[in-house]
């Protein structure tokens, strides 16, 4: 099992929360500062933002190894759309803070896309 925290899509209410069918949401979490999202259109990206003070606002779900393969097909992650890899939260977290927590991370060009701050909006 892993623990995934989204920002995005993948929210309850989000466009692609289907794919989290069967999984277990483990609550609301926050991650450290450093981080902020960019609208790239339909879906956020969520890169490191050293200035950041506030850090992104999203759910911890815990995701079997079938679901995650799924997962990573959909975030592009062999194209290098996304890049999963583990996140520091803020405390308090639904989790403790020796549990590894992964996202994903957006990898391309950022040119002329408004970057969003915290929360992408549900
Ligand atoms: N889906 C993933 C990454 C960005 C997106 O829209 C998520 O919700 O975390």
Request: proline share 9%; charged share 15%.
């Amino acid at each position: 099992m892993t623990t995934l925290f989204v920002y995005g899509t993948l929210k309850r209410g989000g466009s692609n929360q289907a794919f989290l069918a069967g999984q277990r949401f483990l609550g609301e979490a926050r991650t450290s500062p450093g981080f902020t999202l960019f609208s790239l259109g339909a879906y956020p990206g969520l890169v490191p933002s050293p200035d950041d003070r506030v850090g992104v606002t999203g759910e911890l779900w815990s995701i079997d190894e079938a679901c995650l393969a799924h997962l990573d097909e959909l975030e592009g992650t062999a194209e290098g759309l996304y890049h999963r890899a583990s996140i520091p939260l803020a405390e308090p977290a639904p989790v403790t803070a020796d549990t590894p927590v992964e996202t994903y991370f957006y990898l391309r060009p950022l040119v002329g896309r408004p970057c969003i701050g915290s929360i992408w909006p549900i």
